[in-house]
């Protein structure tokens, strides 16, 4: 990504949710909330609005399900599927104690805007790359009103650390038992700055600590059939695959950080909680999601 863009993959994320709402047979799986304020964000910058008017297209939706399929299977679905899972696990951790949310690179989701008014006693914070949150901000302003415990830190992972800058951010509150969220983000850090990310949050909030995040298998990994020249791509747009982990030696890599691992849910995973009977669709096989205690 470059310094003053905002992220791509941000674009092309909450693009792909609309685009499953739309045109997935399993777009009911996208709640009205979720469409409202994808749709909102899109709406604040130029290419957002570039990106909605692409599907209001016949011949563009047509075509691009045609290069879902070929390249990508299924991506759209997965984008439904991983969002949901990560909010299945936020709801139960706020539920279970949790009073304290902070999402890494948070993209244009929309999970914490949308908890923030049901959940008037937690504590929500997005942190990301400068370009990405001003964008979204900056969007979310033009609407539903921002409550005080809903809060926007601008960070670069690749130039700050996670520990100086929440320690420095005043609405942090390092006592409160927090869910820390980071959904397709580590793949694009390398490995130093990953382990960096982890040995952050115990400083930061310690022992209870709940951490989910995504990572991709291998990319020689029969478990992952992302096709090759969407690395490229990737590589092109300034983001490119730096940090990737066999999820079977996923528990001993948490070991290593003192964490306890809860669940790894990949694509199968996703689809069986989710979707009842045989799935009508291929799905591409590569990220998978993991949620984890710190011990």
């Known amino acids: 990504m470059k310094d003053n863009n905002a992220s791509s993959t941000a674009f092309t994320v909450a693009q792909g949710l609309l685009f499953a709402a739309k045109t997935s047979q399993y777009g009911t799986l996208v709640t009205d909330n979720v469409i409202s304020v994808s749709t909102q964000i899109l709406q604040g910058s130029e290419q957002g609005r570039h990106r909605l008017k692409q599907l209001s297209s016949w011949w563009f939706c047509k075509l691009a399900k045609l290069r879902e399929r070929l390249l990508l299977p299924g991506i759209s679905l997965h984008y439904v599927l991983r969002k949901r899972h990560i909010e299945h696990i936020t709801l139960d951790a706020l539920s279970d104690g949790i ?4 999402v890494l690179g948070a993209g ?6 949308r908890l923030q008014h049901d959940y008037p006693n937690a504590n929500f914070i997005e942190i ?6 001003e964008q979204k901000v900056k969007a979310l302003e033009q609407g539903t ?8 830190l601008a960070v ?14 005043e609405a942090f509150d390092p006592k409160r038992p927090t869910l820390f969220i980071c959904e397709g983000v580590l793949m694009y ?4 700055d990953v382990n960096a990310i982890f040995d952050s949050i115990r400083a930061l909030t310690g022992a209870g600590t709940q951490f989910v995040f995504s990572t991709l298998e291998p990319k020689e990994s029969p478990r992952n059939t992302v096709p090759k020249m969407l690395y490229r791509h990737l590589e092109k747009l300034g983001e490119p695959i730096l940090w990737d982990i066999d999820s079977h030696t996923m528990q001993s890599y948490l070991k290593t950080h003192l964490c306890q691992l809860h669940s790894i849910a990949g694509g199968q995973e996703l689809v069986a909680q989710q979707i009842q009977g045989k799935l009508q669709q291929k799905m591409y096989q590569g990220e998978y999601f993991v949620h984890c205690t710190f011990e």
């Open 128 to 133: 990301d790359h400068p370009a990405t949150q």
């Open 99 to 102: 009073t304290q949310v902070v």
């Open 189 to 192: 850090l390398n490995k130093k």
């Open 156 to 169: 670069d992972f690749g130039r700050q650390q996670l520990k100086t800058a929440l320690t420095e951010f």
């Open 145 to 152: 009103n921002q409550n005080q415990n809903m809060h926007f």
């Open 108 to 113: 244009f989701d929309s999970l914490c805007w």
